[in-house]
């Protein structure tokens, strides 16, 4: 028996060991996700929120770099920062494309702070 996986309608095979279990499904996983529309200013309001986000991450990345640069960097402030970056990626995934107001509100303020980070740098 070969050592790759032979599929039967009932058993799995793998080298001479059957395994009995559910059948494999036929029909693709992408099949069973159910699609979601948005509008153009929905999906461009969305990314603009992203990459508010990303933009405050680049910001503390920066921070972080130039904290590290100096003669005596500052260990808590940079743990400090670490710890807001890893705020923001939860932040970012947690991030739901349907609330317009979240949206207008995460971009507001995370494209603020990543102002604000760069000129304090």
């Known amino acids: 028996m ?40 929905e999906s461009v309001a969305y990314e603009a929120a992203i990459e508010a986000i990303n933009g405050a991450v680049g910001a503390y990345t920066a921070c972080i770099h130039a904290e590290r640069g100096k003669p005596s960097p500052d260990a808590e402030l940079i ?6 970056r890893g705020e923001l990626a939860r932040v970012r995934e947690r991030l739901d494309p349907c609330d317009h107001e979240r949206i207008a509100e995460v971009r507001r303020h995370y494209a603020a702070l990543a102002r604000q980070l760069m000129e304090g740098s």
């Open 79 to 84: 743990g400090q920062w670490r710890d807001r």
């Open 2 to 41: 070969p050592d790759i996986l032979e599929r039967s309608s009932k058993t799995v095979f793998k080298g001479r060991t059957p395994v009995t279990g559910p059948t494999p499904s036929q029909e693709p996983v992408i099949a069973s996700i159910s699609g979601f529309e948005w509008s153009s200013e």
